[in-house]
């Protein structure tokens, strides 16, 4: 298995949001596809949704620490015709790592490609994300919680205000089966995510 790569950067107002009924939660994949000689012939970002997207989406991934959430800006979801999970896992079929790791998220019913938005707007983990990627001998992956909207702090709690929703987020790991659960409550409404979390080494 390849490791999983840990943030170091420390990282709230959101700038906005796109969904007509309140932030939308999701799952950020960045996953390296490798060839036989394990060396990365590409680099993938997906949206995991529990809800379909109606416009251009920027998201922002909530990576948890001691006080709270590392802000990781940004990724954005521009094409909103949701991709075929397993024609993508069959595409790239060659890496068993890859089509494990797509296949763990649970309670999502879209997937989508998504890119990191415009470099000005990086924080400083999407710039080792970056410099990571220009190696092809790394094979780290990077998964995140992440919500609709652009984070105007770099550390937030894990209760939040968006765009007037109240919004918790709870990871709850289960060490017995080796995932991580994604619990979001915003304003009430229960969103629950979870995948497979790769041990750091």
């Excluded at 109606?54 to 006080?67: I, M, P």
Aim: aromatic share 8%; proline share 5%.
């Amino acid at each position: 298995m390849k490791k999983l790569f840990t943030l170091l950067f420390l990282s709230g107002v959101f700038a906005g949001c796109s969904a007509d009924s309140g932030p939308v939660a999701g799952i950020w994949k960045h996953l390296p596809v490798a060839n036989s000689a394990q060396k990365a012939v590409a680099r993938t970002n997906y949206i995991f949704t529990e809800q379909a997207l109606t416009e251009k989406t920027v998201f922002s991934a909530l990576q948890d620490n001691t006080n709270g959430y590392k802000v990781v800006c940004c990724v954005e979801v521009v094409n909103l015709t949701p991709v075929d999970l397993k024609a993508v896992t069959s595409k790239y079929k060659g890496d068993p790592d890859f089509v494990e790791a797509m296949g763990s998220v649970k309670g999502a019913r879209f997937v989508y490609e998504a890119q990191p938005v415009a470099k000005k707007d990086w924080s400083p983990e999407l710039v080792t994300i970056a410099a990571i990627d220009a190696n092809p001998d790394d094979l780290s992956p990077f998964s995140a919680p992440v919500i609709s909207g652009k984070m105007a702090k770099r550390q937030i709690a894990s209760n939040f205000d968006v765009g007037g929703k109240k919004v918790q987020l709870k990871n709850v790991r289960d060490k017995v089966k080796g995932t991580v659960t994604y619990q979001f409550t915003i304003d009430n409404r229960m969103v629950r995510l979870s995948e497979q979390e790769e041990p750091a080494e």
